[in-house]
């Protein structure tokens, strides 16, 4: 069970294989490198995975600041850093991606390709007084947060998986609920993503209620060339309901980019 500190944070993170080119896996707001774990089992042995829980979640540390979008992008730069990694695949749920999308905006040397699951838009997420509402409800009451996470994953892999997600959610830091989510709706960067040169592949639920695929049509047009994949029955979390189809997807993905650079 690795850790490694960097400034002001002690991160966790799990790893699997060996092999010469690495994925960064980077989850969502109340989540956990858990929801990688089907991937993980499926990793072909020519990548190494690395899956860490950013500030507030799983087993990092619950410091009482820092849950903005700009701060996680800079515990990824020193946690990469720190790894001392070279030039690697980087894949965001839903609010990882929108981590995700900034990294490689200020970091496009560390990138070798962008992978957005789900992803927060890079326009934010529209909050209104409603919606926050709802949220504050899904911090305060269980039974709120079992409702919400059987809508985050409609086509879940049975109930004992959303058992397990709400005991995540339940012990991410409070501020992951409130400040995260305010920061995912006022960050945005809509006009910058016409400077994302790197590879880049959208994944989205077509039945997502959470991100519904409509919002995500700006960041799609506006990221030059990016490839876009639509999974039929599934909801927020493809690497959760639909890990097959996830993975083939994906690494499908990461394979035309090898032959490219071959031919």
């Given amino acids: ?25 980077l989850h969502g707001n109340v989540s956990s490198t858990e929801y990688w774990n089907k991937f993980l089992k499926m990793l072909p042995a020519r990548y190494q995975a690395i899956a860490l829980d950013q500030r507030g979640c799983g087993k990092t540390e619950h410091p ?15 946690f990469s850093d720190r790894l001392g990694l070279p030039p690697f695949h980087l894949v965001g749920h839903s609010m990882g991606g929108q981590v995700s999308m900034l990294f490689t905006l200020k970091h496009p040397e560390k990138v070798r390709t962008l992978t957005l699951l789900n992803s927060v838009p890079a326009d934010g997420l529209f909050l209104n007084e409603e919606v926050r ?14 409702q ?38 006022q960050t945005r960067f809509l006009s910058d993503l016409g400077k994302i040169a790197v590879p880049t592949l959208i994944l989205h639920g077509k039945d997502d209620m959470v991100i519904p695929l409509e919002l ?34 994906y690494l499908g993905f990461l394979r035309r980019q090898r032959t490219k650079k071959i031919n």
């Fill in 1 to 25: 069970m690795p850790y490694l500190q960097i400034e002001g944070l002690k991160i966790h993170y799990v790893k699997k294989g060996k092999g010469p080119e690495t994925i960064l896996l």
């Fill in 64 to 78: 009482s600041s820092g849950y903005s979008i700009p701060q996680f992008v800079e515990d990824l730069s020193r």
């Fill in 133 to 146: 509402a709802y949220f504050t409800q899904v911090a305060n009451d269980p039974k709120v947060l079992r």
């Fill in 148 to 185: 919400a996470m059987d809508m985050v994953m409609p086509y879940g892999q049975g109930p004992s998986f959303t058992e397990r997600a709400m005991e995540i959610g339940l012990a991410c830091a409070p501020q992951t609920m409130r400040e995260s989510l305010e920061s995912m709706n």
């Fill in 216 to 249: 995500m049509v700006p960041t799609m047009k506006a990221i030059v060339h990016a490839q876009v994949v639509i999974f039929s029955h599934c909801g927020h979390s493809p690497q959760v309901e639909r890990p097959e189809e996830f993975a083939e997807a």
